[in-house]
Structures are given as structure tokens and as C-alpha cells.
């Protein structure tokens, strides 16, 4: 607040004025630079996955999300719109003096020791480039399996098919849902000196030790499936592509999967049977979605509630009712009131529930016949399958989250 008090008092003379030798001197002044620096490391500590730089008509609005939501975090003065914009597309080694078109970049920061990469976007609107920085920090993106959320025996189940020496394993979710940080973690569990493990991502998002990782360049021609085409001829063990969104792609990963290759990549659907469907969907024959698939794993995050402030409470009968949870058996509930250490939310820190569909003969057929995703899934519960929501209930119950936070991430099933 301070910093930007300071700045408050010194307005520019020629506020008109903002060629991109002008913006250029004023995202160089000491107070912009401080501030850009401010709103960067502030986003960091608090564990923030985005910082959005809003511009509105007559003010400048900072936002942080943490933990999926977002949080208003600073407003600083809006005659310091144009000098902040421009510091952050020179970081980013952006055209300052472009602001019709949208423009990507990136550039890496150094905080308490720590090597963070940030990726930016800019977007025009009509009051102004609207900017969002990516925080992609190395520390939340390396994690142990055993760390990301999962059950003791949905982590056996992960982990028998993360040894299967060939197949197709689907990891799906919305955006945002802590797919690549399964993928990421995955890989390392499995990247032993006897294994060839080769990437095709957009974009790479964090450097592994002894994996080869190629990222997606349109404008050369590197696609996911010209990458991938190429990585077949690079004697692979295992093979990690960043997401199937494409027909040719899922082809050519199904294939991969069925000539002795382990592959793992990601897909947006809203549950595990729904993998299967959408590779049918993408043009691949039901055949070879049957016989090319080890397992498809769904995913979302919830937060953590508050270590600090938890304290039991008695859900309302309508939360009890919409999770189908018998209002005469005695359960406790807990949820954070909100203190200093979670910023008032109740909730710090974020963990996976997952749903994990293994494959067996009998979805196999149901995947040849061309069985609806809703009778996979009925079949698949049949079999021992947890969904989404009753893994995010086994952790309510467990006192890890709230039941109000499993409806929020679940309600599209």
C-alpha cells in the first residue's frame, strides 16, 4: 500500500502522451518497476496460480486467484495503466508499442531463491490491454504422487497403471484441474535409467531431469501430432502428450499405444467413462479404443480447509440431501471460519479427488459396442469405481474439506 501511495503522488506530466519511447522511460521509473516487482512477489507468496491486470474506465483493477478463485489484491492508480502494462510486456519481451492485437510471452523471476516462470497474455479491450500472468512455479508443479490427494487405494490403482508396459492412459479434467501436475508427478515416478521418456507439450511447462521435452510451435509446423509422429521414431519407452485435441492426434496416440508404447496424455471430459467416448467421438474405431486403453483417470481440486480456524458444524438439511448422505447417522462436518492465515476464506491450499476407471473385459465390449459414457459409468460403479464426488465426500468426512466445496467442483456430473 505504501509503494503505491508513493506512486499516487507522482503523476506524469504528459499523461497524453504514450509512444513507445515514452512508455518505455515510464515502465523504466523506479516506483513501476517497485510496483511491478510488488504485485509479482505479493501473487507468489500467497500461492497465487494467475494475476489478472484489469484496466476499467476510469480505474486499474489487480486480481490473485488462489486456489481457483479470485481475489481482488490491489487497485493502483490508473494513470500508471500504460507504465505497468509496458513493464510487464518488456519483461516479457513483447512489442510495447502494439496494443490492437493480442501478444504471448514469458519470462522467469527469482523470489527467496526460488526460480518461477511467469507466462504472459495480453488481450485489447476497449478500456485498455488486459493482462494475465501464468505463475508456473516449479515447487507446486514437482510433486510425489503420494502428495497429490489420492487414497491409499486409488494410489495402488494409479500406480498399476502406470505399469503397464503398453496402453493409453487419459487424464481428464477441465483447465485448471491439476492435470499436468499429475502428468509431471506420474513421469517422475516412473523415469528409471532403462526408459526412454519423450513430451510433446504446449507449452512445456516445467524442465524434468532426463526426459526429452519438445514443445508445440504452429508456426514452424511442430504440432501434437506432427510431434508425436516424430517421437515414434525416437525409440521411445514411454511417451507424454500434452493433451488430445484433435482427431489426428488421438489417432496417431492410439497407435503409439498399440505398438508397444506407454502414453499418457490429457483430455477435456467430465468424467473417466467420458474419455472413452470422445476418442470414438475424435474418429478413432472402437476397436482400437477398446483394446489401446490401460485405465482413464478424472480429476478436479478442492481446497483444503483451514488448519487454523477448522471447526465442526452441522451442514443444512438441503447440502445433506443433494449428496445423498442419511441425515439420521450421526457424521461430523467440519469448515474453516476464516482467520488471518487464510485470508477470511476458511480454505488454504488445494488438493486432487479423483475418479479412476481401470479397464476390464467387460468395458472393453461396452467400449466396442459404442455403450453411452452414462452406461460405461453404471457398469464401471458396478466394478468398484469411486466417482468424483464420493472420493470429494471420503475427504469431507475425513475433515480435509467441506461438502459445500465437493458440490461446487462436482456439480457437472
Given amino acids: 500500500d505504501e509503494v503505491i501511495q508513493n506512486i499516487e503522488e507522482e503523476k506524469p506530466d504528459e499523461e497524453e502522451q504514450t509512444s513507445a519511447e515514452k512508455l518505455k522511460q515510464l515502465s523504466a521509473e523506479a516506483p513501476v518497476v517497485k510496483l511491478v516487482n510488488l504485485i509479482i512477489a505479493q501473487a507468489i507468496l500467497d500461492k497465487a496460480s494467475d494475476i489478472h491486470i484489469e484496466p476499467e474506465e476510469k480505474s486499474l483493477r489487480v486480481r490473485y486467484r488462489i486456489d481457483g478463485i479470485l481475489h481482488e489484491a490491489f487497485n493502483p492508480p490508473k494513470h500508471l495503466q500504460a507504465a505497468i502494462i509496458s513493464r510487464i510486456k518488456i519483461l516479457s519481451d513483447l512489442d510495447i508499442a502494439e496494443s490492437r492485437v493480442p501478444q504471448d510471452g514469458r519470462f522467469q523471476v527469482s523470489l527467496n531463491g526460488r526460480e518461477v516462470d511467469l507466462r504472459v497474455s495480453t488481450l485489447p479491450t476497449v478500456h485498455g490491454e488486459n493482462v494475465v500472468l501464468r505463475i508456473l512455479d516449479k515447487s507446486s508443479l514437482?510433486?510425489?504422487?503420494?502428495?497429490?490427494?489420492?487414497?491409499?487405494?486409488?494410489?495402488?490403482?494409479?500406480?498399476?497403471?502406470?505399469?503397464?508396459?503398453?496402453?493409453?492412459?487419459?487424464?481428464?479434467?477441465?483447465?485448471?484441474?491439476?492435470?499436468?501436475?499429475?502428468?509431471?508427478?506420474?513421469?517422475?515416478?516412473?523415469?528409471?535409467?532403462?526408459?526412454?521418456?519423450?513430451?510433446?507439450?504446449?507449452?512445456?511447462?516445467?524442465?524434468?531431469?532426463?526426459?526429452?521435452?519438445?514443445?508445440?510451435?504452429?508456426?514452424?509446423?511442430?504440432?501434437?501430432?506432427?510431434?508425436?509422429?516424430?517421437?515414434?521414431?525416437?525409440?521411445?519407452?514411454?511417451?507424454?502428450?500434452?493433451?488430445?485435441?484433435?482427431?489426428?492426434?488421438?489417432?496417431?496416440?492410439?497407435?503409439?499405444?498399440?505398438?508397444?508404447?506407454?502414453?499418457?496424455?490429457?483430455?477435456?471430459?467430465?468424467?473417466?467413462?467420458?474419455?472413452?467416448?470422445?476418442?470414438?467421438?475424435?474418429?478413432?474405431?472402437p476397436f482400437l479404443t477398446a483394446s489401446a486403453t490401460v485405465g482413464v483417470v478424472a480429476q478436479r481440486l478442492v481446497r483444503r480447509i483451514c488448519e487454523n480456524c477448522k471447526e465442526p458444524y452441522k451442514p443444512s438439511p438441503a447440502i445433506l440431501e443433494e449428496l445423498g448422505i442419511s441425515q439420521e447417522k450421526e457424521r461430523r462436518f467440519y469448515r474453516g471460519v476464516g482467520c488471518e492465515e487464510c485470508k477470511n476464506t476458511g480454505y488454504k491450499g488445494r488438493m486432487g479427488i479423483y475418479e479412476i476407471m481401470s479397464m476390464d473385459e467387460t468395458l472393453r465390449e461396452l467400449t466396442l459396442k459404442q455403450a453411452s459414457s452414462d452406461q460405461i459409468k453404471k457398469v464401471a460403479i458396478q466394478h468398484g469405481m469411486r466417482t468424483l464426488r464420493q472420493d470429494g465426500l471420503f475427504k469431507a468426512i475425513q475433515g480435509i474439506t467441506t461438502l459445500e466445496e465437493v458440490i461446487r467442483v462436482t456439480n457437472v456430473d
Avoid: C, W
Fill in 142 to 285: 514437482m510433486i510425489d504422487l503420494e502428495e497429490l490427494g489420492f487414497s491409499e487405494d486409488s494410489l495402488k490403482q494409479f500406480k498399476s497403471l502406470l505399469a503397464s508396459s503398453y496402453g493409453i492412459i487419459l487424464v481428464s479434467g477441465p483447465t485448471g484441474s491439476g492435470k499436468t501436475t499429475t502428468l509431471y508427478s506420474a513421469l517422475q515416478s516412473i523415469n528409471t535409467p532403462d526408459k526412454n521418456i519423450v513430451t510433446i507439450e504446449d507449452p512445456v511447462e516445467y524442465r524434468l531431469k532426463m526426459i526429452r521435452q519438445s514443445q508445440v510451435n504452429v508456426k514452424a509446423g511442430l504440432t501434437f501430432a506432427s510431434g508425436l509422429r516424430a517421437i515414434l521414431r525416437q525409440d521411445p519407452d514411454i511417451v507424454m502428450v500434452g493433451e488430445i485435441r484433435d482427431s489426428e492426434t488421438a489417432k496417431i496416440a492410439v497407435e503409439a499405444a498399440l505398438t508397444g508404447h506407454l502414453v499418457l496424455s490429457t483430455i477435456h471430459t467430465n468424467d473417466a467413462p467420458g474419455g472413452l467416448t470422445r476418442l470414438t467421438e475424435m474418429g478413432v474405431e
